[in-house]
């Protein structure tokens, strides 16, 4: 079956659509990946800063580079959300926040303001649906999107006006990279992993069914809705009965792992527009550090 994602075609980004395209950062992303790349590192008053400084170098590093006409810098609120209503045990699995981040929680927040990006977060919705909303928004608009992460959940949102961007490598995720990663269109992604499941978020998915597996069924029969009402077809035993007797742990994945593009913004899309920092907000919060 051929994807409707296949047969539409991204017109050429010209200069305009530069001037207005809206740079995503995956606030807590960056947070993590700063925190395990540097040593401890403590204030004289003991408060550790080790993510804070990775993040506010990335960050740095971010804004020279990409020279972004919008942005915002995008963060969990909670570790709790809708999805934890759906099902109890989403991300229950998951390692406790460390001790010595904690506290750098709100200075990380209070660096990116001291650059004046928005620091945007919203109870009951992940950093994920947040960036899936503002790419909607803006590409409602006709603005491009540019999500600056290489986690695999932001991979759904990839099409024609959205890319990915991995932090690290400053390489584009588009559509080829997502194709290598899942098997699929982008489109496709959340029926893969509601199959595949996630270990790491604590995604059930149905039992024996992997990344490649799921993939061939989606590429087959189009999406999960007709596999599952079609399983009784399948020839290898196994995974006929597994589908059919865990159809509804594949739906509930699918909310699980499915972006809500719907969530309401806290800060309005016209807002997002690069200001210049204020140097003395700026200098005073780094002679803090």
């Known amino acids: 079956m051929i994807s409707t994602y296949a047969l539409r075609k991204a017109a050429p980004m010209d200069e305009n659509d530069r001037k207005n395209e809206l740079f995503l950062i995956d606030g807590s992303g960056f947070i993590f990946r700063a925190f395990h790349a540097l040593p401890p590192l403590n204030r004289p008053d003991g408060t550790p800063v080790n993510a804070v400084l990775g993040f506010t ?49 709100p200075l990380i927040r209070k660096a990116t303001e001291a650059f004046s990006i928005p620091a945007i977060e919203m109870e009951g919705f992940e950093a994920d649906d947040l960036i899936a909303a503002y790419a909607r928004l803006a590409n ?121 593009d719907r969530a309401k913004v806290p800060v309005a899309l016209g807002d997002l527009k690069v200001k210049k920092p204020d140097t003395h907000k700026l200098f005073a919060f780094l002679q803090e550090q």
């Open 57 to 105: 170098n990335m960050l740095v590093k971010l804004i020279t580079n990409m020279h972004a006409p919008n942005i915002a810098v995008i963060f969990d609120a909670a570790r709790k959300n809708f999805r934890n209503d759906i099902y109890p045990q989403y991300k229950a699995n998951r390692d406790e926040t460390p001790p010595e981040l904690i506290p750098q929680f």
């Open 140 to 260: 409602e608009r006709g603005y491009p999107v540019a999500i600056v992460s290489s986690d695999k959940d932001l991979m759904q949102l990839v099409r024609p006006g959205v890319r990915m961007i991995d932090p690290m490598k400053y390489k584009d995720i588009g559509e080829n990279e997502v194709m290598e990663k899942f098997g699929v269109t982008p489109d496709k992604v959340v029926d893969v992993q509601a199959l595949a499941g996630d270990s790491t978020d604590n995604v059930p998915g149905v039992p024996g069914i992997g990344i490649k597996t799921a993939a061939l069924l989606i590429n087959e029969y189009g999406d999960l809705e007709t596999l599952l009402n079609r399983a009784g077809e399948i020839k290898q035993q196994k995974r006929r009965e597994a589908l059919i007797e865990n159809a509804g742990l594949a739906r509930i994945s699918k909310k699980l792992v499915k972006l809500d």
